[in-house]
């Protein structure tokens, strides 16, 4: 390594090319006790969107626990352009980075285990709730 290399700490989240990076493609969590999340979000190019009260249910089912007998890994590099926040009281108490294209997912704050989130077809629902299809 060279003198003027610099080592880039992943969890960096002052530095804004890092923090964008490992947003977008890195299973890295996002910090659910981070105030400056969702400005931060903003910096990097998302955009806020409220989901209407009418599909919280549907939500609930799609990232409740389940298990599957068959389950699959996906072969390619993630690209999270979904990013899902839940609140309760304005409290962050969980986040969810979705990558619809190669099936992918990030889960913090989850209670349980989120290995078997996608099954049933629940990126095909949480992508029609989004994107109102």
Known sequence: ???DSKVINPLDTTNIAVFQ???IN?????????????????????????????????IDKIF???????SFQAMCLPSYRDILIFKK????IGIAKICFQ???HAI?????ETDWFGGDGDYEKLEKILYQE
């Open 1 to 3: 390594m060279n003198k």
């Open 21 to 23: 990076f490992n947003v």
């Open 26 to 58: 890195t299973y890295i969590p996002l910090d659910l006790n981070n105030n400056q999340l969702q400005n931060k979000l903003k910096e990097i190019g998302f955009s806020k969107l409220e989901i209407p009260e009418k599909y919280y249910k549907d």
């Open 64 to 70: 409740s626990y389940k298990e599957y007998e068959e």
């Open 89 to 92: 009281e304005n409290e962050i």
């Open 102 to 104: 190669c099936g992918q």
């Open 108 to 112: 913090s704050g989850a209670s349980g």
